[in-house]
Every structure is written in structure tokens, then in C-alpha cells.
């Protein structure tokens, strides 16, 4: 009798108006109720019946009210919802559709439909699909959520999942660029110098097939060096605004996830017209530049177009060998090639050693490599870690792309530039608070000098811990593209511009057509503008949440029986939040999560200061940054693809807890 009464639901909005409002997230919990997290860090209960109303995530406008001597808030408006696109499964209810998000906190089934055209036979319980949300509880008069299926990704049971999933999840592409058929090599005004008779060696994986650097070295008898590295030329052949250049653009790299890669160009290019291939005619770009024997490079760097042909395709771990034992099992170069190993080998000293005392060097980390069986199963991890033959061809495209950054800002005074601030201006009182406590022998404004911040970088290699190291990086800015030459604090270097693997990445195709133009004296036929560096670092951003996201996946399927097996595994610390701590497995790469009760289940005794970087029992610090542990995995988390973790050590209760236990035994 009440329920429509308009004087009542006037006297209600009365009352509503008067309540106080907060705008704030939601924080979903998996027992119902929730939290309106709120900027300034209060906190507010929202009650399971409120929650119904709200997705994790979501931004809203909510009013505050006393229920039962407690604070509660009650979400009225939706300011921005958490999700709209999303990516989830199948579930089948009284035979109707619903879609359960893939998400660690959305957990409840959402009503759905297919969209016309999409057959709902097709789909199955548990099958993976794209949907979007279409119907939310907060607007308009919609009671329940609602979203409608774009699209089905794969069957539920479905081996490759982890890689047709989270390729939809970042929008990604999960083919490679249809075909053409044929091929021209564009007229550029350029002449190329013919460079075929040449020893150039390329060093590069066993598998690898788009090759795109060749190198070629001359040791001197004064201990200097001349090197001429040479690029593959795809924009010999893909012009300015063509389909293939907006698709290369609009792709921005070759994604690489475990196990396949999904290359930016096609294949025919990518891996047989473009790529350096042993004894294959190929264009190139090339830099030729003098190296003192200090490892300084010198004012003559010279750009220009060429042929040449490979004349050995060499293998990391092959050259590796033959440098560090003397000799490979299986291999044996030519006198040429090893006299061109020998001579990169020296070139590549050199720069380093310079580096290590004028720029930054940074601590060499394996890589990990997942191997699989045909059917898409892990058989094991591999650890490739970085060897000598990585070294040089890594000093090689270094010593290219800061010869391209010095070329581009005389010439024309823009590019594509990738550049690093150092600290973030902040933070970088936060950064000095803790250097000071290290009696580190740096003043502020060293700090925000490129030489201050570099040598900041090199006293940090050489101390016992990387824990501040660790804990400084916290307080520094994001490396960035952009179209303006700018140093890179993060590598000591006061310009940089990646021009090296123009078959992998869009922005070093720009690079190449400006070096064209430096080349030919021509206007350049591309310029970046100023969103170049916003959309380089969206298009690497959603790539690596993509290798991120496909990798922990994988690490489940192999770790799936290390919980009964109780298999001990090194870890190291690289995260501590209030939570507890996150670690990586130094056998295999997997990221872990320790939870705070699984290292001491006693909140009196136990703190974990993310602030500090340490984790403290009762009052003395037991582990920080950087630490290495043993640890046994204590779940696997299929469903979210996620590993929790506990320590090997345990700790006992203090002797003041024990006494009491002791004598009452007694």
C-alpha cells in the first residue's frame, strides 16, 4: 500500500538529498560486501544488498548513511563503469545464457545474449567469448546487469586458449598480415652501394627467421675499430600511407608471445625479402661510424643505402662457445668469419667498457624460454642466459641507434626518440631521503643531471644488495617515446633513437624514412607527429600485458603438480605491499604472491611496510627487496591463472609465548 505512494518517495528523496555524498571505486570481497574506496583513503562498507548494484571497479557517486551503528554507502550514480568490453565464459543457467567475466573479482554471472548473426547454438558451457556490457543497474531503469556476445574465441577446452584469449583481451591481432602477391621494390632516388662482396655476419637465435641485422668489422692496428651495421630495408618496398604501411601502423610491432609470434609485417617480407638470409642479395640501411680504442664513438658517422649479402648465419650460443671455452662441438667458422667474430668481439669490449664507465650498464637477467609439444602442452623452461655473443650484437644496435638520434637532431631536429627523465620530479625528495640514510655521495641536483643520475646508476651496480636499487626504482619515471630528441637517463645516454628492427617495430620504419631523407638530401616522406610516442607506447604496453598474461597461464599448466610434489624453489623479492610480498621463481621466471599469513599467520608480529621495501617480524627485518628465499608453492590458481607461495622458513613463537605452553605441560 506503500510501496507507490509519491508522498513517501518524495520525503525519501528529501532525506537523500540531505545525506552526505562521496565519490569513490568499488572494492568487491568475495564474501558479498564491498568498500567505496575513496581518493583522500576512506573507506566506506557497502552492504551485500548494495553491491548488487555495482562491479568491482566501477566509479561511483554514492550517499552515506548510518544502518545499525555503522557507516555504510549506498552507490546511486555511475561515474565510469570498470568494465565494457570484456572477455569471459560461457555458463549456462535453467538453459539460458550468462557470461562470467575473466576477472579475479568478478565472479557473479551476467545475463547475456548473442548479437544478430551470432548463432547461440554455438556456444557452449565454459566456452571463452568477447562480450560487452550493455545494461547497468545504476542507469536509466535497468535492474540487472546486461551484455550481449560479440563474438565466440574458442571452445572451452580449447589447447591454445592462452593465446587466442589474451589476444582478444588486448584487441590484438592473432594472424599476421594477409599476403600479397607480389612484390616491387619502390623508387626512392636512392643509390645503393654495393657491399655483397663483403664478409657481413649475422648472429642471431637458432629459430630466428627474420633476421635484420648484419654486421661487418674492421680491427685496426691502433686498437680502434670501423663497424658498419647493416638493417633490413622494408620501406624498400612499403610505401608512405599504402595499406600495408596503415596496417604495419596500426599493429606498431611483432608480438611475441611464448611459443609463436605474430609478426607486423608478412611473412614473405618479414622472414625471405626483407631478412639478411646467408648468401641472399638483400637492400639494407647501413651506418658505418669509427670506434676509438677507448670505445668512443667518432664524428664520422656516415648513413647510406646498400646491398649486401650475409655471409654467415651464426647462432648466439654456437659464437658464445667459441669465445668463452676456446671452441663449439659442433661448429667451426671459416678464418673470415672468425676473424669478423674477433673483431666484433673487440668492437663490442670496448663500447661496454665505456659504457660501464661513462653511461649505465645494467645487470644481465636470463631470459626464460617456454618449449611446447604439438598440442600446445609445456614440456619445460628453458634458461637462456645472456652470454657474450648477446653482448656484442646488443653493443652493435646501441652504438646504431645512437648515431641515428645524433644524425636525426642535426639534421632535422625530430625523430623518434625513446627518452627517460630519471626520477620522477615527485618523488625525487623521497628518493634522497633514502640515499641520504645509505650515505650515498649524491646531492639533489646532481641527480637531475644526465652524468648525476648515471653515476647515481653505477654506484648502485656496485653495492653488496640490490635493495635500494630496488627501492629507488620506484621513484623513477617511465621510459617514453617521443617525436623530439631528449636524453635517456635509464642509459646514461643523451640521445637515442631505435632504428635497428624496422621489420618488428613501426616507429623504427619512421626512423628509416628520415634516414632516407638525411641519405638522398630529399624531404623526408614521413614525419611523427606528436601522438607518435602515445601510440608506441600504448601499442608495447598492451603487448607486454599480452606476453605477461599468456606466460602465467603457461607457468600453471607447469606448475599445476608442485604443490604436492612440495618442490623447493629459489625465489627473489621484487615487490612488498601491506598484502605481503611478490617474488619470481629464479628457476623458471614464474611470478609468484606470498600472503602476509603465509609467511607468519599473526598479524601482531608481522608488517609489511611497502613503503620501506621490508618485511618486519616482531620489529626486526626479515626480508626486503632483492632478497633471495626458498619457497614451495602452496596453491595454483587455475581459474586466474595465478601461484601463491610460502616460505621454507618457518618462524616460532618468541620464548616469552612459549613459556606458558612449557609450564603448563609440565
Not at 664478409?199 to 663497424?227: H, L, N, Q
Not at 669478423?340 to 637477467?365: C, E, M, T, Y
Not at 599468456?550 to 612440495?566: G, N, P
Amino acid at each position: 500500500m506503500f510501496q507507490d505512494n509519491p508522498l513517501l518517495a518524495q520525503l525519501k528523496k528529501q532525506i537523500q538529498e540531505t545525506l552526505p555524498k562521496k565519490e569513490g571505486s568499488i572494492k568487491a570481497t568475495d564474501r558479498g560486501f564491498g568498500f567505496l574506496e575513496v581518493d583522500n583513503k576512506e573507506s566506506f562498507f557497502i552492504p551485500p544488498n548494495y553491491m548488487k548494484n555495482v562491479m568491482h571497479g566501477d566509479r561511483v557517486m554514492a550517499v552515506i548513511r548510518t544502518e545499525k551503528e555503522r557507516e555504510v554507502a549506498e552507490p546511486q550514480e555511475l561515474i565510469e563503469q570498470f568494465i565494457t568490453r570484456f572477455i569471459g565464459r560461457v555458463k549456462l543457467i535453467r538453459d539460458r545464457l550468462h557470461v562470467v567475466p575473466d576477472h579475479p573479482q568478478l565472479k557473479d554471472a551476467i545475463k547475456a545474449r548473442p548479437v544478430k548473426g551470432l548463432n547461440p547454438e554455438l556456444l557452449k558451457e565454459g566456452d571463452w567469448v568477447v562480450a560487452n556490457m550493455t545494461r547497468h543497474p545504476l542507469v536509466g531503469d535497468n535492474k540487472t546487469f546486461f551484455c550481449e556476445i560479440k563474438e565466440k574465441i574458442t571452445d572451452s577446452n580449447d589447447k591454445i586458449a592462452p593465446w587466442w584469449v589474451t589476444l582478444a583481451r588486448h584487441d590484438l591481432p592473432n594472424a599476421e598480415p594477409a599476403p600479397q602477391d607480389s612484390w616491387s621494390m619502390l623508387e626512392e632516388g636512392l643509390e645503393r652501394e654495393d657491399l655483397t662482396e663483403l664478409p657481413f655476419i649475422t648472429i642471431d637465435g637458432e629459430s630466428t627467421k627474420d633476421m635484420d641485422d648484419a654486421i661487418y668489422t674492421v680491427a685496426k692496428e691502433d686498437g680502434s675499430f670501423e663497424i658498419t651495421i647493416a638493417i633490413a630495408d622494408p620501406t624498400s618496398y612499403i610505401e608512405v600511407g599504402d595499406k600495408m604501411d596503415k596496417e604495419a601502423r596500426e599493429r606498431g610491432f611483432t608480438i611475441y608471445l611464448p611459443g609463436r609470434n605474430i609478426p607486423m609485417l608478412p611473412r614473405e617480407l618479414s622472414d625471405e625479402l626483407c631478412s639478411l638470409l646467408e648468401n641472399e642479395k638483400r637492400p639494407a640501411l647501413c651506418c658505418r661510424v669509427s670506434i676509438d680504442k677507448d670505445g668512443v664513438i667518432q664524428d664520422d658517422i656516415h648513413f647510406f643505402a646498400a646491398w649486401i649479402t650475409s655471409q654467415g648465419r651464426l647462432a648466439y650460443d654456437n659464437v658464445s662457445d667459441l669465445l668463452e671455452h676456446g671452441a663449439c662441438e659442433n661448429w667451426a667458422p671459416n678464418e673470415t668469419i672468425l676473424e669478423q667474430i674477433k673483431a666484433l668481439h673487440g668492437f663490442a669490449n670496448a663500447r661496454s667498457d665505456w659504457r660501464a664507465a661513462n653511461a649505465v650498464v645494467f645487470p644481465d637477467r636470463p631470459d626464460y624460454r617456454f618449449e611446447l609439444s604439438e598440442d600446445n602442452d609445456v614440456v619445460a623452461i628453458h634458461t637462456d642466459p645472456r652470454r657474450t655473443a648477446n653482448r656484442m650484437i646488443e653493443e652493435a644496435m646501441i652504438t646504431a641507434n645512437i648515431c641515428a638520434g645524433r644524425v636525426m637532431q642535426e639534421k632535422f631536429g625530430f625523430g623518434v626518440y625513446n627518452y627517460h627523465n630519471g626520477f620522477n620530479p615527485e618523488k625525487l625528495d623521497t628518493a634522497m631521503d633514502f640515499l641520504t640514510k645509505a650515505e650515498a655521495p649524491f646531492e639533489k641536483e646532481q641527480l637531475l643531471t644526465l652524468e648525476g643520475f648515471s653515476a647515481l646508476r653505477r654506484w648502485l651496480n656496485d653495492q653488496d644488495t640490490t635493495y635500494l636499487d630496488n627501492r629507488l626504482r620506484k621513484f623513477q619515471a617511465y621510459s617514453e617515446v617521443g617525436n623530439k630528441p631528449a636524453a635517456h637517463y635509464a642509459m646514461g645516454l643523451d640521445v637515442y633513437a631505435t632504428w635497428t628492427s624496422p621489420i618488428r617495430k613501426y616507429g623504427d620504419m619512421i626512423n628509416h624514412r628520415l634516414l632516407k631523407a638525411v641519405i638522398s638530401g630529399q624531404e623526408p616522406s614521413q614525419t611523427p607527429d606528436d601522438s607518435v610516442g602515445e601510440e608506441i607506447a600504448t601499442h608495447r604496453r598492451n603487448h607486454r600485458m599480452a606476453e605477461r598474461d599468456v606466460a602465467d597461464w603457461l607457468y600453471v599448466r607447469l606448475l599445476k603438480d608442485a604443490v604436492k610434489d612440495a618442490t623447493v624453489f629459489t625465489a627473489e623479492i621484487f615487490d612488498i605491499n601491506r598484502a605481503g610480498m611478490r617474488v619470481r621463481l629464479l628457476e623458471n621466471g614464474a611470478a609468484a604472491f606470498i600472503p602476509a599469513p603465509l609467511i607468519l599467520d599473526n598479524k601482531e608480529r608481522i608488517e609489511c611496510n611497502g613503503e620501506l621495501g621490508v618485511v618486519n617480524i616482531d620489529k626486526m627485518k626479515e626480508y626486503q627487496l632483492g632478497d633471495q628465499l626458498e619457497v614451495t608453492i602452496a596453491e595454483v590458481r587455475s581459474a586466474t591463472r595465478q601461484l601463491v607461495a610460502k616460505p621454507v622458513k618457518q618462524f616460532p613463537a618468541p620464548e616469552a609465548e612459549k613459556a606458558p605452553a612449557e609450564s603448563a605441560e609440565a
